[in-house]
């Protein structure tokens, strides 16, 4: 690695889609000028045949921009990025979902406007899908009231910005999309980076509320764009109950971790009540209630069961 600190390092997850990892690769050196940047790609133990296909590509390119490290155990979403940063010497770390496609630079837009925000921990763009479609890009923090009567509460309550308005210009926001997550490297270090317990879902949410309550501040541009293919991501209405146990055991411990026990035993119980109600009517719902009355320990976390590959 180059002694010269790059403007940005930009951290990928390939886990058993390489196909998707090589063209988010080939989108970043297609739409991504006037900067010094590093690609660091962390292979997240997938399939020998997956991770095979991936090397072949990386090693087309030039060996000063890009690196493929590869883990031999599936350490998540936030363990993967943590994995990837040790690799990295940038003013800027981009966490990009490879399941992503840029457009019309991004990245130097997002650079420019933290270049001039000194009050910017990190932001992200305007999401499009693939059916060149816009798509919610930010989000609430999650709470009781959030969780309970619904996302509009906080906006009503609150006067927390809109997520489904368009804007003009830049907004401060709880967090933004986690495909997207462009950060000032200095603000990240500080807080330590992501919190590696959690295994998947809401570490952005977590991250950006410790920055905020270091008095930073998470932007959303909606200039900037990229395209996010949502249809190999995980379909939040037709899910495996194993992956809604996991949203629900990250989401608690967010809250618990965040807010204290009391905010926690509260929608706890608010949930009981909820899933044991809808597992009379879906029983493929009883796990899932189970999990939240015993208390949805991370003991039980899809983390705890992976294996280490060759």
Do not use: W
Not at 276 to 305: A, E, M
């Amino acid at each position: 690695m180059s002694k010269n600190k790059s403007d940005v390092a930009i951290i990928l997850i390939n886990y058993n889609s390489s196909e998707y990892t090589q063209k988010c690769i080939s989108s970043i050196l297609d739409q991504t000028s006037a900067l010094a940047y590093q690609i660091i790609v962390v292979d997240n133990a997938s399939e020998k045949e997956d991770f095979e296909r991936l090397s072949s590509f990386v090693a087309t390119l030039p060996e000063d921009i890009i690196q493929l490290h590869r883990s031999k155990i599936n350490t998540g979403f936030g363990g993967g990025n943590m994995h990837g940063i040790q690799f990295t010497n940038a003013q800027y770390y981009l966490f990009l979902n490879n399941d992503t496609l840029l457009v019309d630079n991004p990245i130097k837009v997002c650079y420019e406007f933290m270049e001039t925000h000194s009050d910017a921990a990190l932001c992200g763009p305007q999401i499009y899908n693939e059916r060149n479609e816009k798509t919610v890009s930010f989000d609430h923090f999650t709470s009781f009231a959030r969780e309970v009567f619904g996302r509009k509460t906080p906006e009503i309550l609150f006067a927390k910005p809109n997520r489904k308005k368009d804007y003009s210009e830049p907004i401060a926001v709880d967090y933004v999309n986690g495909s997207f997550m462009f950060f000032r490297a200095e603000d990240f270090d500080k807080i330590g980076g992501f919190d590696t317990n959690i295994f998947l879902y809401f570490e952005e949410c977590d991250i950006c509320y410790r920055l905020k309550k270091q008095g930073r501040k998470t932007y959303f541009l909606p200039n900037p764009s990229y395209i996010h293919h949502q249809g190999i991501s995980v379909n939040k209405t037709k899910m495996p109950i194993a992956i809604k146990i996991e949203l629900k055991t990250s989401m608690f411990y967010v809250i618990r971790k965040n807010y204290g026990y009391l905010h926690y035993l509260a929608l706890r119980l608010v949930f009981i009540i909820r899933y044991g109600l809808t597992s009379l009517i879906k029983p493929k719902y009883f796990k899932l209630f189970h999990r939240i009355l015993v208390g949805l320990p991370l003991g039980k976390s899809l983390k705890q069961k992976q294996t280490i590959q060759d």
